[in-house]
């Protein structure tokens, strides 16, 4: 079955940090270039950082640009965003997206809320 499965979100303080992780099964993680996005209630989804199949690039939104950090780990077949100084506004539901041609392939969402 091909699946994407975020975990690692909750509850933090602000200047909190969590590590979200995303795992697949029954695709090659390796060949997709993966995303993070996340969306607030009554807000449009975002795209928040992505990452090339290779993990040679990466890009980050603004608002998260110092901050968050995405790797992968094609063995374990699993991207992570490391997510430091955490704001209120960072919080939001955040999905991992895999994309390679016209595969596209999306996970459930974790929740991250960020309030003290």
């Known amino acids: 079955q091909t699946q994407l499965v975020e975990s690692g979100g909750g509850l933090v303080q602000p200047g909190g940090s969590l590590r979200l992780s995303c795992a697949a099964s029954g695709f090659s993680l390796g060949y997709y270039d993966i995303s993070w996005l996340r969306q607030a209630p009554g807000k449009e989804r975002e795209r928040v950082s992505c990452i090339s199949s290779s993990g040679g690039s990466t890009f980050y939104a603004d608002s998260v640009k110092g901050r968050f950090t995405i790797s992968r780990d094609n063995a374990k077949k699993t991207v992570y965003l490391q997510m430091n100084s955490l704001k209120p506004e960072d919080t939001a539901v955040y999905y991992c997206?895999?994309?390679?041609?016209?595969?596209?392939?999306w996970g459930q969402g974790t929740q991250v809320t960020v309030s003290s």
């Open positions: 997206n895999a994309r390679w041609f016209e595969n596209d392939y």
